[in-house]
C-alpha cells in the first residue's frame, strides 16, 4: 500500500504528464492549423493579385501606356507586372503569410489566462 507520501508524488508526476501531453496536443494543432490557414490565405492572395491586376487594372493601364505605346506593348508590361508580383508572393510565402499566422496563433493558443496577468481593479496589470 502506498504512503501518503507516495499519493503526492504520484499525482504530481500524473499531472505533470498530463501537462506535457496536453502542450504537446497544442502544438500539433498549431502545426497542423497553421498551414492550413497559410495555404488559405496565400491562395485568397493569389486569387485576389490575380483578379485585381488583370480584372481592372490590366485594361486600365494598359490604354494609359497605349498613349505612348504600341497596345500590345503596353498589354505585355502589364502582364509582366503581374508575373513579377505573382513570382513575389510565391517567394516570400513564408515571411508574409505563414511567419506570421504562427505568431498570431501561438499567441492565441499558448497564452495563459490567469486572473493575476489580466485587470485588477478595473486596471491592467502588466508584467515586465
Known sequence: ?????????LLADTRAYLNTQYD???????EKLSKIIGLIL?????????FAVLGFGAITLAFVLAQWLPLWASFLIIGGVCLLLLILAV???????INP???????ILFSH????????????VTHA
Open 42 to 50: 496565400f491562395a485568397l492572395v493569389v486569387i485576389l493579385l490575380l
Open 24 to 30: 504537446l496536443l497544442r502544438l500539433g494543432l498549431l
Open 113 to 124: 489566462d490567469d486572473t493575476s496577468t489580466g485587470e485588477a481593479n478595473g486596471k491592467e
Open 91 to 97: 517567394l516570400f510565402r513564408k515571411q508574409w503569410f
Open 101 to 107: 499566422m504562427v505568431a498570431a496563433l501561438s499567441g
Open 1 to 9: 500500500m502506498l504512503s501518503d507520501e507516495q499519493y503526492q508524488k
